[in-house]
């Protein structure tokens, strides 16, 4: 049955100052404006075979196999803003898409991308599909989590690492810090607070961040691991969650970690490899991917209560609700 899935949420996100010189923003700017663009609640794909960020109709009745259905995309190898020279970097770092999480800076929507195979790692404003950071990180950048001021912390599992980057003008290049953690595959920026949450293998990680623009420095507090019953976890995605839990996937389906408790809990037994996982608390739909082919990639994504979305010739091994706080 058709929802009536045109309510668009209320976006309201609070970052302190922004990209200096690249955006006009103030040290002590905040940002807590009402958005209602049409791809508001929608679904975001890092679209592997034609290299674009897709942000697709997330009614349940919409083809996704139809133009109108693509509510907003860009070519990641062709987004302006760059130099020559840079344009070629950026090229080069894209192979395949991996993960696109948005941020609204002062009134401006951006999507920080990263690309798993060819090391990129970027920025791009929405409107006007500029490119205003680009970065070739090395290594294998699966996911991210934006900090308050912009700075980007990655999830490496090809260094097998959660590597800190600082954005602003002159520090570009520079990979501020460094944690171990086998398997890293997700990270959240957890708003209410004020913590990095980093989920891979079997272990959930917990950082503070000490809000140094120009040197930006995780503090890890704990690191809390999944039930030894539960097997070999292979953690990948995450994302939040109602009850101020996270949802997480790994091996054999989907889970959630609790905050307050600590503790990890079973939701959904797919009995399947599962990859990407995110919640709309709109409607309490969680939307999940799973390999359809044998590169863990899918043309497909699942719902717990409405069919699958489907794209013919799509690939994408993650996909995440287009809102605030993923």
Known sequence: MKKLFLLRIVLLFFISCGIEDSLDISENARCCEVKLKNYDNGIILPE?????????????????????????SVKVKTCRGLSL????????????LSE?????????????????HGDGLSIIEMDSKTIIYTNDVGGSPHS????????????????????????????????????????IHSMVWDDQNQLIWAWGGSAMKCFKYNFNKLNPQLTLINTYRAP?????????????????????????GIGTFSIATKNFEKLIDIGKNSKGVSYNSLNDEIIHCRPDFKDSRTYRVRSTIEKDRNMKGG????ARWFKEGV
């Open 48 to 72: 592997q075979n034609s290299m674009r960020l897709m942000i697709m109709d997330s009614d349940p009745d919409a083809d996704w196999n139809n133009q109108n259905s693509v509510l907003w």
């Open 85 to 96: 020279n840079d344009c070629r970097k950026h090229r080069r770092a894209y192979t395949n």
């Open 100 to 116: 696109a999480k948005r941020f609204i800076l002062n009134d401006k929507t951006y999507i920080a991308f990263c690309g798993s």
């Open 144 to 183: 991210l989590a934006v900090l308050p001021d912009g700075n980007l912390v990655v999830a490496d599992p090809g260094k097998r690492q959660i590597r800190i980057f600082c954005i602003w003008q002159g520090n570009f290049n520079k990979n501020n810090q460094t944690f171990a953690h086998a398997g």
């Open 228 to 252: 030894q019953n539960w097997g070999n976890i292979g953690g990948h995605d995450m994302a939040p969650y109602k009850d101020s839990k996270l949802i997480f996937s790994w091996r054999l």
């Open 315 to 318: 690939k994408w091994y993650r």
